[in-house]
Nanobody, 123 residues
Framework: QVQVIESGGGLVQAGSSLRLSCAAS????????MGWFRQAPGKDREFVAT????????YVARFLKDRFTISRDDAKNTVYLQMNSLKPEDTAVYYC????????????????WGQGTQVTVSS
């Protein structure tokens, strides 16, 4: 089993940057694909980014790729989401997830989920 804990959210103004961190337990961390998802109030959870096992690849949702970057440090069992030029529409609870998958934008393929961290971007 894997425990996943997100941190780094907060209240910022439009145009600001945040770096979210996701710490995961287990010595097999490098074997897991990691994903970031977000969910705004009243909306479905949507894919943000994923990093394949051992950092073999990264992928950011098309509509976010110019502003968001995902990276991972397997030595620290941590994955990061760098968010730049934040917009009010980025406001959501951001979730980190882990799964023994190649790497996916489908939430159903991830097994372990964190509790979420709130990101609020003011106008």
């Amino acid at each position: 089993q894997v425990q996943v804990i997100e941190s780094g959210g907060g209240l910022v103004q439009a145009g600001s940057s945040l770096r979210l961190s996701c710490a995961a337990s287990g010595r097999t961390f490098s074997s897991y694909a990691m994903g970031w998802f977000r969910q705004a109030p009243g909306k479905d959870r949507e894919f943000v980014a994923t990093a394949g096992a051992s950092g073999r690849f990264t992928y950011v949702a098309r509509f976010l790729k110019d502003r968001f970057t995902i990276s991972r440090d397997d030595a620290k069992n941590t994955v990061y989401l760098q968010m730049n030029s934040l917009k009010p529409e980025d406001t959501a609870v951001y979730y980190c997830a882990a799964g023994l998958v190649f790497g996916s934008d489908r939430a159903s393929l991830y097994t372990y989920w964190g509790q979420g961290t709130q990101v609020t971007v003011s106008s």
